[in-house]
């Protein structure tokens, strides 16, 4: 398998089978955002992650406290027993965003709920709640409008200054107002890499030496941040020419749905597959696997999925493709376009195995925890 850029012909693709590939599209967003200095995708990620959907932390934010539960009789103040009242029975924080409960009422907070659902799936067992083991899933389990609202209202110390506000307002509190909040230089896009507390800026942006670079010097920072802008917008120029070809097909109603399989000789790996769905006049299945076949994939907080195209119709000659994933109708996965080139025929009728360019790990696993991935196919054939 070779991939377009290698060919030639048009556009961005990534190296097949280098698990960084499709990974390399953030290091565009993130120097596309260095360009416009606006929000980008990866600062929406950052705010999801601060609102506690997932195990990783964004570096910039102090780690989460984990509050113990008091001891039995011990009396502490209204708010700390409310804490312990209403923090997630799975991960003992106190919820930032929706609170889901079992049939008997325990509660879990939106990460711990998504990651037990994607873990059952990944172990093919029935999701259970870790304190009663009744079953639980997205039509089981109803969120806790009530709890949302009380956690809002109790106090929380600002990490940075240390300070108390309600939950409700601290996120613009450490966005807008607090004294003590990491902010960066306004020279961060030539240059300066410094980071401090947000009373310290106009100090040091006085005395910050970036704005006295030379022209020669702007001039390669410009040249970095043109470059990646332009591999982003060969990206999008290679899908628009991409869009002209002749023969086009795409999964439309027939929706990609992945369902776990067990290999043939028993081994616990596990992957998806799809049903056999056709595009093109061809029968396709694409194959999906989690974590690259890891072993324990459940045991392991970093999840990836990668993904392979299997061409199944038997044909007189090969047919060279390029075919690219998105996300199908009525999902809300965030997937990168990334541009793949093969050249199908008898002999070489599967793909090596592609990354599939999720953005994190949080991502993966609301797309594990659902009961279908909903992705969309499109295949381009380069006619001769
Ligand atoms: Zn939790
Ligand atoms: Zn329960
Ligand atoms: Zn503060
Ligand atoms: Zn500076």
């Not at 609202?149 to 107002?177: G, I, M, N, W, Y």
């Not at 960066?184 to 006085?206: D, M, N, S, V």
């Not at 910050?208 to 010097?217: I, Q, Y």
Request: proline share 6%.
């Amino acid at each position: 398998m070779s991939s377009v850029e290698e060919r030639g012909e048009v556009g961005v693709a990534a190296t097949p089978g280098s698990s960084s590939g499709g990974l390399g599209v953030v290091a565009v967003g993130a120097a596309l955002e260095a360009v416009v200095g606006g929000p980008s995708m990866l600062e929406e990620v950052s705010i999801r992650r601060g609102e506690g959907l997932g195990p990783e932390s964004d570096p910039d934010e102090p780690p989460p406290k984990k509050r113990m539960r008091l001891p039995e009789g011990e009396s502490g103040k209204l708010e700390e027993r409310l804490y312990s009242v209403l923090c997630c029975t799975v991960c003992l924080d106190l919820p930032k965003a929706s609170v889901y409960q079992c049939t008997n009422g325990h509660l879990m907070c939106a990460g711990c709920f998504i990651h037990l659902l994607a873990d059952s799936r990944l172990k093919e067992e029935q999701a259970t709640c870790p304190n009663c083991r009744c079953e639980i899933s997205k039509s089981l389990c109803c969120r806790n409008l009530a709890v949302e609202k009380a956690v809002s209202e109790l106090p929380t110390d600002c990490p940075f200054c240390l300070k108390q506000f309600p939950r409700s307002s601290l996120e613009r509190h450490q966005r807008e107002e607090c004294q003590d909040r990491v902010t960066q230089c306004k020279y961060k896009r030539i240059g300066c890499p410094w980071k401090g507390p947000f009373h310290e800026l106009p100090a040091h942006e006085e005395e910050c030496c970036h704005p006295t670079k030379t022209g020669t010097e702007l001039m390669g920072i410009l040249g970095e941040m043109d470059q990646s802008h332009r591999r982003e917008l060969t990206l999008y120029n290679s899908i628009f020419s991409l869009l002209c070809y002749e023969k086009i097909g795409f999964t439309g109603r027939l929706e990609v749905q992945f369902r776990p399989y067990r290999t043939d000789d028993f081994i616990t790996r596990l992957y998806y597959e799809t049903p056999r769905f056709t595009v093109l006049n061809q029968t396709w299945v694409l194959k999906a696997r989690v974590n690259d076949s890891e072993r324990n994939p459940n045991l392991s907080c970093k999840r990836t999925l990668s993904f392979q195209l299997i061409l199944k119709s038997k044909v007189n000659s090969a047919i060279e493709c390029s075919f690219l994933l998105l996300k199908g109708p009525y999902d809300d996965v965030r997937i990168k376009p990334v541009i793949h080139h093969h050249a199908f025929s008898n002999d070489t009728n599967e793909t090596d195995y592609v990354p599939l360019p999720i953005t994190d790990s949080v991502e993966c696993n609301k797309l594990l925890a659902a009961k279908n991935i909903n992705l969309r196919l499109f295949i381009f054939q380069i006619q001769k």
